[in-house]
């Protein structure tokens, strides 16, 4: 079963996903925060799978929280929520660590697909938000966006953006698992993009996946 931390400054909201969760048996909830420095302290001596964090959380910028737990806890995976799409904000998130983003409104089986998928190291980004990144394209976007990618980076991109591990893309592509490897930290390099969560987000704006 999935562990979770909730930190949201709703104590109703937090403990209907609590109760629904437990419900449907599919996670446990360890713990849970009101507002950023609370979740902070109790990372100190809890180690859940997956944060559920508001965006709006109180006394602390989300993205700052993001940073802070990361820097301690690198491997930490982070679902970004929300009541209302700001995509400036979820992208900032992104590119701080966060590994996906979802909607309160979403209903119990996106929400349990999210959490599967990032757990397993996965990312999960809502249908709201991308929507939302596809409609600030502004147009198409130039050669320059893709021109500098390989055929074989692309295709590990879309790869990627299919929530393929390392282990799935070398097999897909019979190649080495650690030519895989080296092929994600390139494309990370050359695309500027601080993550694989990032990367997703790129590769949506600059049609390299459709979704």
């Not at 925060?33 to 001596?45: F, P, T, V, Y």
């Not at 737990?69 to 209302?84: P, R």
């Not at 130039?142 to 055929?151: H, I, Q, R, T």
Request: aromatic fraction near 6%; include cysteine.
């Amino acid at each position: 079963m999935i562990k979770i931390i909730i930190a949201d400054s709703q104590a109703m909201f937090r403990e209907s996903i609590r109760i629904v969760l437990s419900i449907e048996n599919f996670a446990d909830v360890i713990a849970e925060a009101s507002d950023g420095k609370e979740l902070l302290e109790l990372l100190k001596h809890s180690s859940p799978d997956v944060v559920m964090m508001d965006i709006s959380i109180p006394s602390m910028n989300a993205v700052d929280v993001t940073k802070k737990i990361l820097e301690k806890q690198a491997e930490m995976k982070i679902l970004a929520l929300s009541s209302f799409c700001d995509e400036k904000l979820c992208l900032k998130m992104i590119e701080a660590g966060a590994k996906g983003f979802i909607m309160k409104t979403s209903g119990i089986e996106e929400l349990k697909s999210a959490l599967s998928e990032i757990s397993i190291g996965g990312n999960w980004f809502s249908d709201d938000l991308k929507q939302k990144v596809i409609a600030n394209l502004g147009g198409r976007p130039g050669k320059n966006a893709v021109s500098f990618l390989s055929e074989r980076e692309l295709e590990i991109i879309r790869l990627i953006c299919q929530s393929y591990t390392n282990e799935h893309i070398a097999e897909k592509i019979n190649v080495s698992f650690d030519t895989v490897k080296w092929h994600r930290a390139n494309i990370l390099s050359k695309t500027n993009c601080p993550n694989t969560a990032g990367l997703v987000i790129y590769a949506i704006k600059n049609k390299i996946f459709e979704i």
